[in-house]
Every structure is written in C-alpha cells, then in structure tokens.
C-alpha cells in the first residue's frame, strides 16, 4: 500500500516564462523552501516564505526517553517516517556531492546543507546504539485520524525502532546510506561533523548486514504507510555509498556481490524509497564505468524513455499515485547514466522535457508557487491551516477555499494516465505533496542546471 498521508496546496506564481523556458534555479530555491516548511522540532532561522511554522513536536522521546526531536514530517502528515526520511536525505546529498559547484553558483548550497544537516542530526539521535535504531516517531493511524496544525498536536506520539530481535535491514542500510553520502558533503565543510556521520554510517551498515529482515515485520506500524518488500537492494545501495565516501575496496566488493548474488541488474523498476536496483546501477555506472552496470542502467533508460506508457501530453507515466515523482526519479537515474557517458545528449534532452511538463509545458505547474496556474489546494495540513488562534479542523480539509500558506516549491502528484488533474485537497493520489517526491525532482533541476540547460 502506498501510505495514506496528507499533503497541502498553495497559490503562488513566479518565474514562468512562455514557450518551455524555466528558470531552474528559482525552482531549486523553492524546493529548499519546502524542506524549511516540513521540518520537525525546535525552529530558527526559518526564511521568512516559511516563518508560519513554528516549534512542533518538543515533546519526541524514544521508549527510554531518548530525545527523538527534529527530522521531518513526511508529507502533509506528522509522522516521522525514517524509512523514506532517509531516502530522501541520500538523495539530496547525492545531488550536492555531484553538482555542488551549481549549487554554489545560485547561492543555494548552504540552504542545501542545512536541509541535509537536519536529517543526518536526527539520525545521529535515532540511533542510540551500534545496534538499535529508531524508525518512526508517532502512529499512523492516529495522526491521520487529525487534521490541524503540528504545533498543535496533543496525541500520543509513540516511537518504534529496529534492534537485534526485531532487525530491519533495509531501514539501517538506507540510513548508512544517508549518512555515507552526508559524509562527503560535509567532509571539507565540516570534517569533525563528517567523522561523526561515518561513524554511525558504518555502525549501521553492519547491523543491516549482521541482523537480516525486513523494518516493516519489526515496526508493524510502518507496513499500512512504507510497507518494505526487501532488503537486498539496500545491502547493495548501503554498500555503495560507504565505498564512495570511504573508498574502502571492501564496501564495494561487498556491493558487486550482492548486486550479482541478488539479481539487482534485472530489476526494472524506477527508484523509489522502497527500490535502490536502478539507482545502484547508475552508481555503478558512474563511479566504476563498468560495462555490467551500464548495459543495467541503459536497458532501463530506453525502456523508459521509449517504451513506457506516456499521457497524451508527453508525461512518461508509470502509475497513478504520484505519477511525477515516478517520472522525476527515473528521469535521475538516466541523468546518472548520461554523466557516465551513456547516450549523454539524447537522454538529458529527453529529461528536459519531462521535468518541462511539470513545471508547465503541460498548460499548468505542478510545483506549488511557481509557475502558471499553481497548485493551490495541496493536500497538507500544515499549509491549510490559518494561523492561531483560527480553529483547523477537519472542515477546513473539507473545505473548498485555498490553503492559507503558499507551501514554495512542493511538487504534487501530478496527473492520471490521460493529463487529467483536479486540484482538490482531498485527492491525496494526484494531489499529495512528500519529502520524497521533491528529492529526485531537485535532482533533475540541479543536474540539468549544471549541464547548461
């Protein structure tokens, strides 16, 4: 199942040029804005585009008081999510670590880092032990039964983690990942805080690899929203990023085993918080220039670009709910490929004009305040919401008027099969907004800002 989370829209129009010109930059700016706008914890220093959310969750303790404040709400719910948190964090770090020069270039690359910064600081409290890790904070259930603002919450938020009884292989390898990766954008920025991330990477990556299952069997609350179907391709992905970050042979040794002992390169399927196959193909593609991995990643690429189903206005589209984020992240991966010299032109032009359709060469923007006609009824709740002390309540969800903050820079959904999208708060299919849909979107803008388009 995919989760059932709420998500918010917002008005706003900015930076749209006609006939297919964006300005990609704003654009990533944007996106920036809308990791400020889901952030958990105690806040400062917020931009001011994002200065209505205020301190939220103070009270996050683990089941021995543990401080599990900060991290990120997942999409227009309040649960913390660790599974698509760090994701989500791995791929943003990604994005730096490639093209960090582009970052600095449009004054985006502190914003960058302080987005990553207030993942990898809540991984550092979620793992209490070499061996123990906390997966969620607060129940499903529970928080979507409420609509209102975080900083109004008053419901239990009870906190679940993964140790040696109760493994989660693939919640530990990804977050190995996210602080690998974090690792190297920090390493010249930050070295001490880098050595910290290392650290706790490696720790998790060997309890991922000791402690086999999958986090979904062990935090039952995760399954109904981020149920996990395997383990094997985090192994693989977990692998990878040590490797890069420590350029450690036995990491990568241990990624090409399990990545042919586990058949990842016959997976065919777009990167997603539950599938690395793709993305570990393109990293490998990448960073060894392995024929293997190549062929991988370019048997999917053509396949995708070529061979999938498309909507009538040109979206390569792979299924109902988010189909945008399916696009964007698929679109990342053979932007990865073009940078390992695999048909280079032809599939950054090919990206450019699925992240065009997105931002408005389909009549309209998908990107929350930005472009023409924007999304303005998102489902998120936070973004709904009038400021204290106006009542927030399941009749403001129900309600027709716009959201009452402009959320900058969330991509919503997107369309069905046949272009059609209807702005209503309601359609969490088409209309949600999440921290992972935005993670390989910026991607694509940074990526092809960096290669002149």
Request: hydrophobic share 35%.
């Amino acid at each position: 199942m995919q989760p059932l989370r709420c998500a918010l829209v917002l008005v706003a129009v900015c930076a749209f040029v006609q006939g297919g010109s964006y300005d990609y930059a704003d654009v990533i700016k944007k996106s920036l804005l809308f990791y400020q706008a889901q952030r958990s914890g105690r806040l400062s220093g917020m931009d001011p585009l994002v200065s209505w959310r205020k301190d939220s969750a103070l009270n996050d303790r683990g089941n021995n008081g543990e401080d599990l404040t900060g991290g990120y709400y997942d999409a227009g719910d309040f649960v913390k999510f660790g599974f698509p948190m760090a994701y989500t964090i791995t791929l943003l770090s990604w994005g730096v670590i490639d093209y960090e020069n582009t970052y600095s270039s449009i004054g985006a690359l502190s914003a960058a880092r302080a987005a990553i910064k207030w993942g990898t600081d809540y991984f550092i409290k979620a793992h209490v032990s070499a061996n123990e890790l906390y997966g969620q904070v607060g129940n499903g259930g529970a928080d979507h039964s409420w609509w209102g603002r975080p900083e109004d919450m008053n419901m239990d938020r009870p906190a679940y983690k993964i140790d040696t009884s109760r493994p989660g292989s693939d919640l530990a390898a990804e977050t190995a990942a996210a602080m690998a990766a974090a690792s190297i954008v920090f390493k010249n920025a930050d070295s001490n805080y880098a050595n910290t991330l290392l650290r706790h990477a490696k720790e998790l990556y060997n309890f991922a690899d000791n402690y086999r299952g999958k986090y979904s069997d062990s935090i039952s609350d995760a399954a109904a929203f981020y149920n996990s179907y395997s383990y094997e391709d985090e192994l693989v992905w977990g692998a990878i990023w040590l490797w890069r970050a420590t350029n450690d042979q036995n990491y990568l040794n241990k990624a090409t085993q399990y990545y042919n002992q586990y058949s990842i390169q016959y997976k065919n399927s777009p990167l997603s918080w539950d599938d690395k196959s793709t993305g570990a193909s393109a990293l490998l593609a990448k960073l060894t220039g392995g024929d293997q991995y190549k062929s991988a990643v370019q048997s999917f690429c053509d396949g995708f670009y070529y061979n999938q189903q498309k909507t009538p206005k040109g979206l390569i589209w792979y299924s109902d709910w988010g189909s945008l984020r399916q696009s964007m992240n698929a679109v990342w991966v053979c932007l990865q490929a073009a940078d390992a010299g695999v048909k280079t032109g032809e599939y950054r032009s090919l990206a450019k004009k699925q992240l065009d359709y997105a931002l408005g060469d389909a009549g309209r923007s998908f990107v929350v305040g930005f472009g023409n006609n924007p999304p303005s009824h998102e489902q998120h709740r936070a973004a709904s919401c009038p400021d204290a002390p106006a009542a927030c309540d399941w009749n403001t969800y129900n309600g027709g008027q716009s959201n009452y903050h402009v959320l900058y820079g969330a991509l919503v959904g997107g369309p069905d099969a046949n272009d059609y999208y209807n702005d209503v708060r309601s359609d969490y299919v088409h209309n949600e907004v999440a921290c992972d849909y935005n993670a390989g979107f910026q991607n694509v803008l940074v990526s092809l800002k960096a290669n002149g388009y």
